[in-house]
């Protein structure tokens, strides 16, 4: 199983992004998706989680500006991010619970790179 995790990039404040994250590989079920995010200097923090029914849920910092979703047909989680802060800068890792043959286990993508500056 891997995680692709595209969609980081440059962006100024009061700007947006979008983050995808594709699942493949050999799975049976995907139960809750997520981002984090590491800023340099700090412990990885979780910014949002979605259910496999489409609760969701998000750390106050980024409440009302960001918004997790997914598409369950294409294995994807997506972070919506506007009005985007400078302490917003930071690598970002989507998270998601994977069942396979060889039981459940969390999986994480490699981390893409969110700068928000001017």
């Known amino acids: 199983v891997q995680l692709q995790a595209s969609g980081g990039g440059l962006v100024q404040p009061g700007g947006s992004l979008r983050l995808s994250c594709a699942a493949s590989?050999?799975?049976?079920?995907?139960?809750?998706m997520g981002w984090y995010r590491q800023a340099p200097g700090k412990q990885r923090e979780l910014v949002a989680g979605?259910?496999?029914?489409?609760?969701?849920t998000y750390t106050d910092s980024v409440k009302g500006r960001f918004t997790i979703s997914r598409d369950n047909a294409k294995n994807t989680v997506y972070l919506q991010m506007n009005s985007l802060k400078s302490e917003d800068t930071a690598v970002y890792y989507c998270?998601?619970?994977?069942?396979?043959?060889?039981?459940?286990?969390?999986?994480w993508g490699q981390g893409t790179l969110v700068t928000v500056s001017s």
């Open positions: 998270n998601a619970d994977i069942s396979t043959r060889s039981g459940t286990r969390d999986y």
């Open positions: 590989g050999n799975i049976f079920s995907i139960y809750t």
């Open positions: 979605i259910s496999s029914g489409g609760s969701t």
